[in-house]
């Protein structure tokens, strides 16, 4: 069964800090992994990594794929406290046609 | 773009009713729709998958005649939950996907059932 674990469970850092956020997944059959931001509704798509070790940019955010260790991180550096949230990692599997989703980080940012 | 949008936002019934959620990707035509549920600081659960014009995937332990899917439309997916009952509240999110772009989420629907 595919298997996607998320760390730390959730954090507490105040505005200006940067945070690390760990995914680490086994699947048996890989096809992308996604990071999305979730507040009161629904997930918001952040980035889609396909390829390991090419580090995806928007704004503060970023990430990275490593398919050698199986695992991804989302960086968020000058934290706002619009950036609290819950943060989900996913990994895809090769049909395209199922997400299996990581517990989750919740971030709190303090002013 | 990828807009996908979600309705009702919220529902409150009594048990045994019988619930229509609708989700419609706006500005895309999806390929694949897909319907979740997630329960308070738990991560989302996949139940169904739908293409347009074909009968949904169920995930294992997921009823299908409780949940019934309806894909009409590249454009269109509902979902309703039959005869509703306390233990269906919960929070339904759908998605939905093009090719091999991400999946993008609606909304999400509170359902609550007295």
């Known amino acids: 069964e595919d298997k996607v674990v998320q760390s730390p469970l959730s954090l507490v850092v105040h505005e200006g800090d940067t945070v690390t956020l760990n995914c680490s997944y086994e699947?048996?059959?890989?096809?992308?992994l996604l990071w999305y931001k979730q507040e009161k509704k629904a997930p918001t798509f952040l980035f889609m990594l396909?390829?390991?070790?090419i580090e995806k940019k928007s704004g503060r955010l970023s990430s990275i794929l490593d398919k050698k260790e199986l695992s991804s991180i989302l960086n968020i550096t000058a934290t706002q406290t619009g950036d609290s949230a819950i943060y989900l990692c996913?990994?895809?599997?090769?049909?395209?046609?199922?997400?299996?989703f990581g517990g989750g980080t919740r971030v709190l940012v303090k002013p | 773009g990828a807009v996908v949008s979600q309705h009702p936002s919220r529902v409150i019934c009594k048990s045994g009713t019988s619930v229509k959620i609708e989700c419609r990707s706006l500005?895309?035509?999806?390929?694949?729709m897909f319907w979740y549920r997630q329960f308070p600081k738990q991560s989302l659960m996949l139940m169904a998958t739908?293409?347009?014009?074909?009968?949904?995937?169920?995930e294992q332990g997921v009823e299908k005649d409780k949940f019934l899917i309806n894909h009409a439309s590249l454009t269109l997916s509902t979902l309703t939950v039959t005869s509703a009952h306390p233990e269906d509240s919960s929070f339904y999110i759908c998605?939905?996907?093009?090719?091999?772009?991400?999946?993008?989420f609606g909304d999400g629907t509170r359902l609550s059932i007295l």
């Open positions: 998605s939905a996907k093009k090719g091999n772009q991400p999946q993008h």
């Open positions: 699947v048996t059959n890989f096809r992308s």
């Open positions: 396909t390829s390991s070790g």
């Open positions: 996913a990994v895809e599997n090769s049909a395209g046609n199922k997400l299996t």
């Open positions: 500005d895309f035509q999806a390929t694949t």
């Open positions: 739908s293409n347009e014009g074909s009968k949904a995937t169920y």
